[in-house]
Nanobody, 121 residues
């Protein structure tokens, strides 16, 4: 099993910044891709940013130029630096990780519990 623990959400004014962190722990041999998603009530979860184990990245068009995803492989941690925040960025943010088990090398996708980001106008 793998656990993902997110931190860094909160309330910020429009134009401000937040940095989200997501640390993975458990039966980890290696982690392939990691990502950040967000979801508003009644809506589908949508991709915000994605990073491979080779550090290739891709972003939703709505956050390009404002958000930066990065990872620290030895710490099994992914970050999301969010700048120039807008009220429409208000959502619950979830991280995920495609993890290879150190028991049987099975690959599974895991999700964090979510962290609320609220941007006031």
């Amino acid at each position: 099993q793998v656990q993902l623990v997110e931190s860094g959400g909160g309330l910020v004014q429009a134009g401000g910044s937040l940095r989200l962190s997501c640390a993975a722990s458990g039966n980890i041999f290696s982690i392939n891709a990691m990502g950040w998603y967000r979801q508003a009530p009644g809506k589908l979860r949508e991709l915000v940013a994605h990073i491979t184990n080779g550090s290739s990245t891709n972003y939703a068009d709505s956050v390009k130029g404002r958000f930066t995803i990065s990872r620290d492989n030895p710490k099994n941690t992914v970050y999301l630096q969010m700048n120039s925040l807008k009220p429409e960025d208000t959502d619950v943010y979830y991280c995920n990780a495609e993890s290879v088990s150190d028991n049987d090398f099975r690959v599974d996708l895991y999700w964090g519990q979510g962290t609320q980001v609220t941007v006031s106008s």
